[in-house]
């Protein structure tokens, strides 16, 4: 049975930072490539990161560049997600989802095999 489970939502403050992580099972977690989509309320699932399962390569949607960083670790089977300098517009579930193969650009969330459950993140003061 693949299952993807997330962690590490909160609420924070403007400016503050989260670590969300997610653990994969039932599938082999280095044929895929991982990624983080979000949904606000009210509004469609946006990418936000993912990372190639060959070499590590990362895409990130615009408005997170230079803030967010993604990574993976395959003996662990868990792909994380740093956010500093979080902002309100941040606000929505975390969705951690998987992609079978390589990913050589930002994946949309239709491209996506495997979706966790999602972990809410608030950024408010």
């Known amino acids: 049975q693949v299952q993807l489970v997330e962690s590490g939502g909160g609420l924070v403050r403007p400016g503050g930072s989260l670590r969300l992580s997610c653990v994969g099972s039932?599938?082999?977690?280095?044929?895929?490539?991982l990624g983080w989509v979000r949904q606000a309320p009210g509004k469609e699932r946006e990418a936000v990161s993912n990372i190639d399962n060959l070499d590590q390569s990362t895409y990130h949607t615009d408005s997170v560049k230079g803030r967010f960083t993604i990574s993976r670790d395959d003996a662990k089977s868990t792909v994380y997600l740093e956010m500093t300098n979080l902002q309100p517009e941040d606000t929505g579930i975390y969705y951690c989802a998987a992609d079978l193969g390589p990913a050589k650009w930002l994946l949309r969330p239709s491209e996506y095999d495997y979706w966790g459950q999602g972990t809410q993140v608030t950024v408010s003061s």
């Open positions: 039932g599938f082999n977690f280095d044929y895929y490539s």
